[in-house]
């Protein structure tokens, strides 16, 4: 298998280099949300698929992005919003982050 990237559609979807790695990726994913409400993961689900589908938009690999893609989402959020219907409220922008900034730190512990 080449190491190309590949999406992963559970739970959400995902970009990782290798199926094996996508998979990985998945279940971190599924037992990260399982810690909470189900309220809370239906729409940390949709913020992380929000955040997933504007990095495939600019070219950027989820797993390899940066604070300074972060910040270029925030910008975004503010002028456009999730769906480029105008601007996204700045408690909407804040929740969403920190559930991203949520995802990354239990992969990190998770994966070190």
């Known amino acids: 298998m080449t190491a190309e990237l590949v999406p992963v559609h559970q739970p959400?979807?995902?970009l990782a280099r290798h199926p094996a790695d996508a998979s990985r990726l998945s279940q971190l994913t599924a037992a990260w949300l399982?810690?909470?409400?189900?309220m809370t993961q239906r729409e940390y689900r949709k913020d992380l698929g929000h955040w997933v589908a504007w990095c495939e938009r600019c070219g950027i690999t989820p797993l390899t992005a940066r604070m300074m893609h972060m910040d270029g989402w925030i910008a975004w959020q503010r002028?456009?919003?999730?769906?480029?219907?105008?601007p996204a409220?700045?408690?909407?922008i804040a929740r969403r982050v920190a559930a991203v900034s949520s995802w990354y730190k239990y992969l990190y512990r998770n994966t070190k």
């Open 12 to 14: 959400g979807y995902w």
């Open 34 to 38: 399982a810690r909470r409400a189900a």
């Open 79 to 86: 002028i456009h919003g999730v769906s480029g219907n105008g």
């Open 89 to 92: 409220a700045e408690a909407s």
